[in-house]
Nanobody, 122 residues
Framework: QLQASGGGLVQTGDSLRLSCAAS???????LGWFRQAPGKEREFVAA????????HYADSVKGRFTISRDNAKNTVYLQMNSLKPEDTAVYYC??????????????????WGQGTQVTVSS
C-alpha cells in the first residue's frame, strides 16, 4: 500500500514536500511520482530506484524537484521548489514490481497511492 500526503495550495515560487509512505516489498523496484492536471494525461514526474537510489526526472521539473528516500521509514519524498502554476495537478506515487527498470511509464507501476492535490496560484 502507498499513502501519499503533503499537497496543498501555494503561490508561485513556493515549495512543498510530498511524502509517500510504502508498506510491503519496496527494494529492487522504482518508486515514481506522476501527476495529472485537469483535462490532461497523466505524466511522469520523477522516480527513484529504491535499492540503489538512482534518480530520474522529467525535463519540466529537473532542477526544481528532488526525489529522495528514507529506508528506515519506507518513505519517499518529492521536494518541490520554485513551483509554477503549470505544476498544478493531482500527484500520485506509484511502486514498480518485479525489478522492472522502466521508470517513465505508469504502465510498469502496478501499485498506486490515492493522490494528493497540489495547486499553485499565480
Amino acid at each position: 500500500q502507498l499513502q501519499a500526503s503533503g499537497g496543498g495550495l501555494v503561490q508561485t515560487g513556493d515549495s512543498l514536500r510530498l511524502s509517500c509512505a510504502a508498506s510491503g516489498r519496496t527494494s529492487g523496484n522504482y518508486l515514481g511520482w506522476f501527476r495529472q492536471a485537469p483535462g490532461k494525461e497523466r505524466e511522469f514526474v520523477a522516480a527513484i530506484w529504491w535499492s540503489g537510489g538512482s534518480q530520474h526526472y522529467a525535463d519540466s521539473v529537473k532542477g526544481r524537484f528532488t526525489i529522495s528516500r528514507d529506508n528506515a521509514k519506507n518513505t519517499v519524498y518529492l521536494q518541490m521548489n520554485s513551483l509554477k502554476p503549470e505544476d498544478t495537478a493531482v500527484y500520485y506515487c506509484a511502486l514498480g514490481s518485479g525489478g522492472i527498470k522502466i521508470y517513465y511509464s505508469g504502465t510498469y507501476y502496478p501499485y498506486w497511492g490515492q493522490g494528493t492535490q497540489v495547486t499553485v496560484s499565480s
